[in-house]
């Protein structure tokens, strides 16, 4: 069936390692990703989105990478550190505008080793 | 600027009241959305509004209603609440189905 799905339930890095964080999409209709991190006690946090027209998105020390042939989407943290901690969601959507709806996978835990 | 606003922060219900979850957003998003979190089972979408007067049904709507009277507020009701229910709330919003923000959430506690 339709899902949003994360590889892994945790993720534990060196601090100043790069981290990645994987998520798989099932439906090849979904047109638009977002990661979002969520500390403990918090609402999500938006970190990057992209849509299905590009591969590639970098920001401020993260790179969000879609390929489509596989359904696959990934956050890349450069030089994790550890106000990084938290979980991470992966979301899409298979329509914007009136219809638009996120679906979220079930969140990662990244976990930042001193 | 505020962003997403929701109240209260937490709230403790005895089995079969009701109660009133408000969301306030200043952004002037057109799009707003309740969603429920658990462990274990990531955030699900309870109900959505496309515009001022109009809601629909999310993926786990049953027990709960929604309106929005105004663009800026989206309320989330619960009639008789379950233990069920006993979840975080996030509202949302976003600018035509980007970019969604989120509120910080409400704590509900059903006993």
């Known amino acids: 069936g339709e899902s949003v799905g994360l590889h892994l339930p945790t993720l534990s890095v060196q601090e100043g390692d790069n981290s990645i964080i994987n998520c798989a999409y099932s439906?090849?209709?979904?047109?638009?990703f977002i990661w979002y991190k969520q500390e403990s006690g918090k609402g999500p946090q938006f970190i990057i989105d992209?849509?299905?027209?590009?591969d590639k998105r970098q920001g401020q020390r993260v790179t969000v990478l879609l390929n489509k042939t596989v359904k696959h989407l990934s956050l890349q943290i450069a030089a994790t550190q550890p106000g990084d901690s938290a979980v991470y969601f992966c979301?899409?959507?298979?329509?914007?505008?009136?219809?638009?709806?996120?679906?979220f996978g079930k969140g990662i835990t990244l976990s930042v080793r001193p | 600027n505020a962003g997403v606003t929701q109240t209260p922060k937490f709230r403790v219900l005895k089995t079969g009241q009701s109660m009133t979850l408000l969301c306030a957003q200043d952004?002037?998003?057109?799009?707003m959305y309740w969603y429920r979190q658990d462990p274990g089972m990531g955030l699900r979408l309870i109900h959505y509004?496309?515009?001022?007067?109009?809601?629909a049904k999310g993926e786990v709507p049953d027990g709960y209603n929604v309106s929005r009277l105004k663009k800026q507020n989206f309320l989330l009701g619960l009639e008789s609440a379950a233990p069920s229910q006993t979840s975080v709330y996030f509202c949302?919003?976003?600018?035509?189905?980007?970019?969604?923000?989120f509120g910080s959430g409400t704590r509900l506690t059903v006993v």
């Open positions: 949302a919003s976003s600018k035509e189905g980007y970019g969604y923000t």
């Open positions: 439906n090849s209709a979904s047109d638009y």
């Open positions: 992209i849509r299905s027209n590009m």
């Open positions: 979301a899409e959507s298979r329509e914007t505008g009136a219809n638009s709806k996120l679906t």
């Open positions: 952004m002037n998003h057109e799009y």
């Open positions: 509004s496309v515009g001022e007067g109009t809601t």
